[in-house]
């Protein structure tokens, strides 16, 4: 099994473009959940997703939006990127209610926004 | 909304040293406690969890933590560090029962010196 997958690792925006980060898992997981990591901040919950088709807002949504069209998918968008976006983004996933069973994370994609 | 601080944000210790990160955080009701591990160049592993019973928990690798409810705290221990544990690490805190928002500490890097 892959677990959780991300893509792409690695990313360059300008200031203003638009981006979509995949991930994928293959665990058959209902649970999903974009974090962002920055320096000296730990991680912080974008967005998540509790089943296909429902998204629901973390605490640090704005600038972003899921979709979760698939059970083993689970998107962030970027609409229109700002530097402080600038960030490594880690998506999760897990397979009991209310995260009893901890997380699995993907490997992470890097974001520069210039 | 619950929070976590790690006291610690960067910690370096000699081989064989005795190692105990600390972890608060603020949230009255019911919880279930995590610490992860992110080793250079990877992705966030699970290190232990609690939930209920036994508060003094034991992870992977030699590493326990102790949950004192009094204190809000869920400190990291390990009696003998080694090298291979250099990495950083992160406290979580999920609210009991269906909430899926796991907010995680700042981190704390560990260095182990040869």
């Known amino acids: 099994n892959a677990g959780v997958t991300q893509t792409p690792k690695f990313r360059v925006l300008k200031t203003g473009q638009s981006m979509t980060l995949l991930c994928a898992q293959d665990m058959n997981h209902e649970y999903m959940y974009w974090y962002r990591q920055d320096p000296g901040m730990g991680l912080r919950l974008i967005h998540y997703s509790v089943g296909e088709g429902t998204t629901a807002k973390g605490e640090v949504p704005d600038g972003y939006n899921v979709s979760r069209l698939k059970k083993q998918n689970f998107l962030l968008g970027l609409e229109s990127a700002a530097p402080s976006q600038t960030s490594v983004y880690f998506c999760a996933s897990s397979g009991i209610p209310g995260l009893l069973g901890a997380l699995h994370f993907g490997n992470g994609t890097r974001l520069t926004v210039t | 909304a619950q929070s976590v601080s790690q006291h610690n944000h960067h910690v370096i210790l000699s081989e064989a040293a005795s190692l105990e990160l600390g972890c608060n955080y603020s949230?009255?009701?019911?919880?279930?406690l995590f610490w992860y591990v992110q080793y250079p160049g990877q992705h966030l592993q699970l290190l232990l969890k609690?939930?209920?019973?036994?508060?003094l928990v034991k992870g992977i690798k030699g590493f326990e933590a102790e949950f004192i409810k009094s204190k809000f705290s869920f400190n990291l221990r390990k009696p003998s560090v080694q090298w291979s544990d250099t990495a950083e690490y992160f406290c979580?805190?999920?609210?009991?029962?269906?909430?899926?928002?796991?907010?995680f500490g700042a981190g704390t890097r560990l260095t182990v010196k040869p």
């Open positions: 979580a805190v999920n609210a009991g029962g269906n909430n899926n928002d796991m907010r």
């Open positions: 949230y009255g009701g019911t919880v279930n």
């Open positions: 609690y939930f209920s019973g036994d508060p």
